[in-house]
């Protein structure tokens, strides 16, 4: 008669020591303790299927307590009572898991991500990539694409309206929408459910950005800017920001090897810009006093307006909007990308520069008449010109002249 196995109980679980030698406890019905030199409690289960030994695997101490081993235990002898080997479920559950995992809404988006956002800018990709981690991928990340439905989707955008980003609930609906179109191309969905979305939220109107476009009003912005009491290198960014208008993004990731002060030139490599051409931006003689200024406090930076956290990195998108806002320019006076929109009304109304000169200094898609892009260096001596009599008007017109 075979020797029968007292159960264990937690206690002994808990209190049993590794020794030299791995150590076995049984605790009956083929379920037993494997306690191994390095201190691991790996719980074993050996069974008979078809006159055949197997083992089976079902999870560490304390992870797995002794009452869930044996409920385990009961579940898979279940299985082998009616012929079916538990470790063969096991392995299928695991790639069930596994392809579940890799049809995820999240490893879908990212795989996306990585491939149709290479045109766009940084600092697009990076707030695309924020929105998803921040807003969707903890809610529904880890649902698969050919799963996920409607409502599931909807109430992450609720979730995102309601906290009165109505314009970025939109921007999620269009790229959740752009996932799994994607999806559907690669064989890994049938339908793009956020297209049942399209109105579901209230419609959002863009506005433009806030812009100073009358001569009466730039001037007292400059003067102000000139009276600015923040840091250095936001002042200069500022000063530079009318003689220039470039796009913010732009002003604030210039490089110091991108500036010749020789040849009062700052040379944009085309991966900087929104077009991906690379662009020239003529500096006007106010513009290079001013970098030579800035260069004995940010020239051993690779960035002219370094972040005050770590010279690695450039100054915050912010800090030009806050900028303004601490001298008392509303959110509906003036924005960051507002010079832009100040410099080509006045170049074009007040100064009657030429729209195309405008334009190509605006890095726009401009177009020559057999419809060819023209290249960065066209109409260089003329935008030179340019950029030299706006730095001029600016000047006279900060001092009421």
């Known amino acids: 008669m075979p020797k029968r196995i007292a159960p264990l109980s937690e206690l002994q679980v808990r209190n049993a020591k590794p020794q030299a030698k791995q150590v076995t406890l049984f ?21 008979s299927l078809q006159g055949k030994e197997k ?3 079902l999870g560490a101490y304390p992870e797995i307590s002794l009452a869930d081993a044996r409920q385990r235990r009961e579940e898979a002898r279940k299985l082998v009572a009616n012929g079916i080997d538990p470790g063969e ?4 559950k ?13 490893v879908i988006a990212r795989e996306w991500h990585g491939k149709f956002l290479l045109n766009k800018s940084d600092s697009y990709r990076d707030k695309m990539l924020a929105i998803f981690e921040r807003d969707v991928f903890p809610w529904m990340g880890k649902i698969a694409v050919n799963e996920l439905k409607a409502p599931e989707l909807l109430s992450v955008l609720r979730r995102i ?5 109505l314009e970025t609930a939109h921007r999620t609906r269009s790229a959740c929408s752009q996932v799994l179109r994607y999806a559907v191309a690669t064989g890994r969905a049938e339908r793009d459910c956020a297209s049942d979305l399209i109105g579901a939220l209230p419609p959002y109107k863009k506005g433009h950005r806030a812009a100073l476009t009358d001569p009466k009003d730039v001037a007292p912005l400059l003067r102000a800017i000139d009276g600015y009491q923040g840091t250095f290198p936001v002042k200069c960014a500022l000063k530079l920001a009318p003689l220039l208008f470039v796009r913010p993004g732009e002003l604030r990731k210039s490089e110091w090897s991108e500036i010749d002060l020789e040849a009062a030139e700052w040379r944009i490599p085309a991966d900087k810009m929104k077009m991906k051409i690379a662009h020239i931006v003529p500096l006007a003689s106010q513009s290079v006093d001013i970098l030579k200024e800035l260069y004995p406090l940010t020239g051993h930076s690779k960035y002219l307006f370094p972040s005050p956290r770590s010279p690695l990195y450039p100054m915050s998108d912010n800090a030009i909007l806050s900028a303004l806002r601490r001298m008392g320019f509303e959110k509906d006076e003036m924005s960051g990308h507002g010079f832009r929109a100040m410099a080509r009304t006045i170049l074009d109304e007040v100064l009657h520069v030429r729209p195309d000169y405008i334009e190509h200094q605006l890095a726009h898609a401009v177009k020559d008449p057999n419809g060819r892009a023209y290249n960065r260096t066209a109409h260089l001596a003329e935008r030179k010109k340019m950029m030299q009599a706006w730095a001029d008007y600016l000047e006279n017109l900060k001092l009421g002249r």
């Open 27 to 47: 605790d009956g019905g083929g379920l037993y303790l494997l306690i191994t030199p390095t201190g691991g409690k790996l719980w074993r289960l050996k069974y």
């Open 55 to 57: 083992l089976l695997a």
């Open 89 to 92: 479920v096991k392995k299928a």
């Open 94 to 106: 695991k790639a069930s898991i596994e392809e579940s995992d890799e049809n995820s809404f999240e």
């Open 161 to 165: 309206e309601g906290r009165g980003a």
